[in-house]
């Protein structure tokens, strides 16, 4: 039973930070517990994409930021997943918070695993939830085609949208309303830049100099980042805790969101010893 959750009044929940170059960094601090955990969420989704999953990770003070150009953060001139770490680094400084586990979707993901790479002394824990250490989408898929076609104003009901966010399981009507409106709202020309952002990532080196515990999350009918990506993964991180979620899809905390928290939360607790 997923708990309900009040999407409507999701954004008035966000805070802003200003970065040294006057953008905006939105977030949600929900401010309870001592142990803080960032959750950073996938490539044209915003924090909304935890709101699901937020009632079930009890315990934990809970910050989840739009990443750049997302929701409602300026985006950057020039993306990067360094650049995200970056303004994530700044944000947790601002919070005042000295260390802390992160768990990152898809290029969430990916920063995330940046981020546990060049501040290892300050994440305690990683969890990567449906990510790749090398995304190589166009190679695989028509996506990168269609997104390079994309023309503002963009339709949150287009097939095109319809796809980019299908689920292998049903998942709440009305947070999907609003994933794909805010998906729409970010102009074309962010979406480019973003995609070939991820479609040159290279993490493979990034992931040796990883010495927090990891965990594996991913659904087995992820069309996106599929058995290769998680097989790479899984050969980078040896000794990482594994978990894959049958029946699902590139999106399980929206899927199943107690059974991704009972994941996460397990793996936290075994991490802080």
């Not at 937020?54 to 750049?68: K, N, S, T, W």
């Not at 995304?135 to 390079?148: C, F, N, P, V």
């Not at 287009?158 to 794909?180: K, N, T, Y």
């Not at 990034?206 to 927090?212: G, L, N, Q």
Request: aromatic share 8%; proline share 5%.
């Amino acid at each position: 039973m997923t708990e309900r959750v009040d999407q409507n009044g999701w954004n008035g929940r966000k805070r802003f930070l200003t970065t040294g170059d006057s953008r905006r960094l939105a977030y949600i601090d929900n401010g309870e517990g001592r142990m803080p955990l960032f959750l950073l969420h996938g490539y044209t989704d915003s924090s909304r994409s935890w709101s699901l999953i937020e009632p079930f990770l009890a315990g934990h003070r809970l910050v989840m930021p739009d990443l750049p150009g997302h929701g409602l953060s300026t985006a950057l001139p020039r993306a990067t997943l360094e650049a995200f770490v970056d303004d994530i680094i700044r944000l947790v400084d601002a919070l005042g918070i000295e260390r802390f586990a992160v768990i990152g979707h898809s290029m969430g993901a990916m920063t995330a695993l940046v981020l546990a790479a060049r501040h290892g002394a300050r994440v305690t824990a990683f969890a990567s939830l449906c990510g790749s250490l090398q995304s190589g989408l166009l190679a695989a898929t028509t996506l990168g085609a269609e997104i390079r076609a994309l023309v503002d104003p963009i339709d949150p009901q287009s097939p095109f949208l319809r796809e980019w966010h299908q689920c292998a399981q049903p998942v709440d009507a009305g947070f999907m309303a609003w994933i794909a409106q805010e998906a729409a709202a970010i102009p074309a020309a962010v979406w480019q830049a973003l995609y070939a952002m991820i479609e040159i990532a290279d993490l493979r080196q990034a992931a040796e100099r990883v010495d927090a515990p990891v965990l594996l999350l991913a659904g087995d009918e992820d069309a996106l980042f599929d058995e290769p990506h998680r097989a790479a993964l899984r050969a980078a991180f040896p000794k990482a805790a594994t978990e894959i979620l049958a029946g699902h899809s590139h999106n399980p905390h929206w899927e199943a969101p107690a059974r991704v928290a009972d994941a996460l939360l397990a793996f936290l607790k075994k991490s802080a010893g």
